[in-house]
């Protein structure tokens, strides 16, 4: 069966191979009200609301994700107020799942 894909907006994060703001995943809320998307070194958080663009939270910046992970690629939802983080194998570390409870105003 044949598919289409649809740009549906542009995620107002700057891309930085130099600083690591490379986006590597991204996931929506339980309720569909938020979109958190991962870098190598922040988290960008966007209220999603029916057919319209997502809405940037805080800063364009980001949040700083608070801990190194080698090779951190992808986020998840665990609850509503969690998430979970993964990154893969370094080459001089092993991959690592982590836990980032959640304050973000809705």
């Known amino acids: 069966a044949a598919q289409e894909l649809e740009r549906v907006a542009v995620l107002p ?4 191979l130099v600083s690591g703001r490379l986006v590597t995943g991204a996931a929506v809320s339980p309720d569909d009200s938020l979109l958190v998307v ?3 070194v922040s988290l960008h958080f966007l209220r ?3 057919n319209a663009p997502p809405v ?7 949040v700083t994700i608070p801990f190194v992970e080698a090779q951190g ?4 939802f665990e ?3 969690r998430l979970v983080l993964t ?3 370094g ?12 304050t973000v105003a809705r």
């Open 79 to 81: 609850a509503a107020d």
């Open 91 to 102: 080459t001089s570390a092993r991959g690592s799942i982590c836990r980032l409870h959640l």
């Open 48 to 50: 999603l609301r029916p």
């Open 73 to 76: 690629e992808a986020v998840t």
């Open 13 to 16: 994060i700057r891309s930085s």
């Open 38 to 40: 991962r870098t190598y």
């Open 87 to 89: 990154s893969e194998r």
């Open 56 to 62: 940037p939270l805080g800063r364009r910046e980001g």
